[in-house]
């Protein structure tokens, strides 16, 4: 399967970022420590750009969105700067002593505010007059829209786990390898991506790179950087995202160089500036993928019974709750989560014959983990209730027919 499992490092309050599972023993890498101010910076830049995203997405009039209008008008930055200033709720939740949390809100009104500033602004390029935007947004779902996000410190990456699917089998040991590889792979993507940057006529970043001191003072500092998310997908590669300021990488690049010996550096304010703008133009966020490569159990091949059991008969029916908090929206996405951990637990315990449950076939043979992994999550929901009591509920069906159909040989 192609589609990837988004691992994210949150609870499920509020916007994830992640959703794994943390082992209970102590974490083996000794790699350096991002400061809390680094994970809480990194978890409000995640935030503002959930923010953006969320709102990109709502309608504006004449079949726009907002992100659609932005960009007509040039004004994604300007747009930005008004959604860095929107409002915290509370202080960073420290989730544990790695993992900060941090949530924004922006009322609609004052999304809307700043939209019709835009349009009025440049009156003739704009597809919108003030009336428009404001009658548009006055059907948009929510008066406030918020999003909350997650960083972690990079001593944290080797502690995740995925929730399930063909991962749930790999062993610790591969498993944090993999992690490892992946975020060692996200500094070198970086790394490569401003090699070719000039520094003067027969220096670039990339020979600066070659010089021991330069190399280990930048590889510390891009290996340190908070984790902002990480996505075990489904063909057994892990992909890691760090998080990383450009100015302040810049600045770390350059104090570094200017500490070693026989680098030909610029000597004015003009000469870096022309060095700033290319590196800006070139460099990549770190993102790395990496493959297991070892510690996948050997499995064999459970033999199916060859008459169908009882339960294929009667469809399956599963109720998954979460309160109402902030959005609605959001709300439904936990309590799917909690219908589909349910299906799941309800798959895994229905037996197969002599005494063998589903879940029991599921650790010996790795197609039928696959067969329940895809049974799960291609189940359909089929009504979404918002309760009374300040509860959402979400009702999913299956019909057991499909799962024994992919079971069977």
């Keep these: 399967m192609r589609r990837s499992l988004l691992i994210m490092l949150v609870w499920m309050f509020g916007t994830a970022i992640y959703a794994a599972e943390k082992p209970t023993e102590a974490p083996t890498d000794a790699r350096p420590a991002a400061s809390p101010a680094d994970v809480i910076r990194a978890a409000t830049a995640k935030a503002h750009a959930a923010l953006y995203e969320q709102i990109a997405q709502l309608p504006v009039g004449q079949q726009l969105t907002v992100g659609q209008f932005l960009k007509h008008m040039n004004a994604q930055e300007e ?34 505010q700043t939209l019709q500033q835009i349009a009025g602004a440049q009156p003739r390029r704009s597809p919108l007059n003030a009336a428009q935007i404001a009658r548009e947004a006055s059907h948009w779902p929510e008066p406030m829209i918020t ?28 498993r944090q390898q993999a992690l490892r590889d992946a975020s060692a792979a996200a500094v070198r993507q970086t790394i490569d991506s401003i090699s070719q940057v000039k520094l003067g006529d027969d220096q670039t970043i990339g020979s600066a790179m070659k010089k ?12 340190s950087r908070p984790v902002t998310r990480v996505n075990f997908r489904d063909d057994m590669q892990v992909e890691v995202f760090l998080s990383i300021d450009p100015r302040e990488f810049f ?14 550096l610029p000597n004015t304010p003009q000469g870096w500036e022309r060095v700033w703008a290319d590196y800006l133009a070139k460099c990549r966020p770190p993102v790395g993928l990496a493959r297991i490569t070892a510690g996948m ?7 199916m019974p ?47 014959g002599k005494g063998v449950t589903v879940g029991q076939a599921a650790e010996q043979d790795h197609r039928v983990r696959d067969v329940v992994y895809r049974f799960v999550k291609q189940s359909r929901i089929y009504k979404t209730e918002y309760k009374p009591d300040g509860t959402v509920v979400v009702y999913l069906t299956a019909d057991p027919r499909d799962l024994w159909d992919d079971l069977r040989p």
């Design 251 to 264: 600045d770390e690049l350059r104090s570094a160089m200017a500490n070693a010996r026989d680098l030909a």
């Design 147 to 174: 999003a909350t996000a997650t960083s972690a410190s990079s001593i944290a990456l080797v502690e995740l786990r995925p929730p399930g699917g063909a991962w749930a089998s790999v062993n610790n040991e591969a």
């Design 212 to 223: 021991p001191e330069v190399a280990r003072t930048v590889n510390e500092w891009l290996i």
């Design 306 to 352: 060859s008459v169908a059991p009882a339960w294929t008969e009667e469809a399956i029916g599963i109720e998954g709750a979460a309160p109402i908090i902030s959005s609605k929206l959001r709300s439904a996405v936990r309590a799917e989560t909690d219908a589909r951990a349910k299906l799941r637990a309800k798959v895994e315990s229905l037996e197969l």
């Design 79 to 112: 747009f930005q700067q008004q959604l860095n200033r929107a409002d915290q709720i509370g202080g960073p939740r420290w989730i544990d002593r790695n993992t900060c949390q941090i949530q924004l809100e922006i009322s609609a009104a004052r999304v809307a």
């Design 297 to 303: 159990p050997k499995t064999g091949v459970f033999r």
